[in-house]
């Protein structure tokens, strides 16, 4: 009895905040295109060099170089990113991969220029501050964190501030894929995090850790995995959509959150950590295997994250809890491809589970949204 008095409470807690779907930033704009796709190290070196000449002229080119101007790893870069996000209005797309690219430098004197976003009216915003404060604050950051987290009212929000915490009190974020190649660095610009087509099928760049024991358990109610998961960019590509079909397979899930580097990504229900893993293709992946009202087991399929996240296989993960977060565009991070979420529900155990993006028929998979809509 106190158990499920329990539940409901929790339940009812939850529920009591928002995790409704808005159109926060517009991100109908041309410069998933643009991206470069660097098949060899050359290749790449030449195109970051001939940025670098431009950008001693002072020539920026939003469209075209946003993924140039945002992969450096260097304080003299924050002035600029700064008077860039000014000259644009405050873009709020420029303010997520502002604060994307400066928690990953690693310092905490970087906290006091996102901080300064904290009051956003934005909630994507304010979440991608809460999700910095876990790779860069400090302990004496935590009462401020606590008094945000009895103020605020977006659920995603408050469930990525109390990642944070927990975050911090365990010594922060960690890279759990340290092998990734960083292959351009050199003084004073300090640039990571290329994609090189060459490399796919070397085994040294591979990493699987599974739960293999039959542990499951139950959950009830559902949500969305981030928020903006409704919006449909315009020109996204059309093969990420659940069901659409390259030549005889079918894609199985939905791509979303194009654009968002750094995006916190949240379970959309109670379940058990099953997979942890990153290969060429996938980029960093998460599963979770949850038992649903039916009686049937799942597992949600989060793909394409960074490899920044406190999670280990066996980890029981709670509705809203931080999955993780989406990886950088054409980096080792997410596969090589623009920046986004792959997220799919298989209808099958974790033991039984195919854990693949693509199938040649759908009948063993859920469209995510009609899913999550319907419980």
Wanted: glycine share 6%; charged share 25%; with cysteine.
């Amino acid at each position: 009895m106190y158990r499920s008095i329990s539940i409901l409470f929790i339940a009812f807690n939850l529920f009591s905040f928002d995790f409704s779907q808005r159109i926060e930033i517009d991100t109908n704009q041309r410069i998933l295109q643009p991206t470069p796709m660097y098949l060899t190290y050359e290749e790449a070196l030449k195109g970051h060099r001939d940025f670098e000449k431009g950008l001693a002229k002072g020539q920026i080119d939003i469209v075209n170089d946003y993924y140039l101007i945002f992969r450096y790893r260097d304080k003299s870069f924050i002035p600029r990113w700064i008077k860039l996000i000014i000259d644009n209005n405050e873009d709020p797309l420029l303010v997520v991969w502002f604060i994307n690219a400066v928690e990953q430098m690693n310092d905490s004197k970087n906290l006091k220029y996102i901080s300064a976003f904290r009051t956003s009216s934005n909630a994507i915003i304010r979440e991608c501050v809460a999700n910095a404060y876990g790779f860069i604050a400090n302990k004496d950051s935590i009462p401020v964190l606590n008094k945000w987290l009895s103020e605020e009212k977006n659920g995603y929000v408050r469930k990525t501030i109390e990642a944070s915490i927990k975050a911090i009190k365990s010594g922060r974020y960690k890279n759990r894929i340290p092998y990734l190649p960083k292959y351009y660095k050199e003084t004073p610009l300090k640039l990571e995090y290329i994609y090189n087509r060459k490399i796919n099928d070397d085994p040294l760049m591979q990493y699987n850790e599974i739960d293999t024991t039959e542990e499951s358990i139950r959950c009830n109610q559902f949500i969305f995995p981030h928020q903006q998961y409704l919006w449909k960019l315009k020109n996204a590509p059309k093969k990420g959509y659940f069901g659409s079909k390259t030549g005889k397979i079918y894609h199985i899930g939905i791509d979303s959150g194009w654009l968002l580097e750094g995006l916190p990504i949240h379970s959309i229900c109670d379940g058990i950590v099953k997979q942890i893993s990153h290969n060429l293709s996938w980029g960093n992946l998460v599963v979770v295997e949850s038992l649903i009202p039916s009686g049937d087991t799942i597992c949600a399929i989060y793909g394409h994250l960074s490899p920044y996240n406190n999670l280990n296989v066996g980890d029981t993960v709670y509705m809203g809890d931080r999955i993780g977060q989406i990886g950088n565009s054409v980096t080792h991070d997410n596969g090589g491809y623009w920046a986004h979420i792959h997220f799919g529900i298989e209808k099958r155990s974790f033991l039984n589970a195919e854990i693949s993006g693509y199938d040649i028929d759908t009948a063993f998979y859920e469209n995510p949204v009609t899913f999550i809509r319907n419980k």
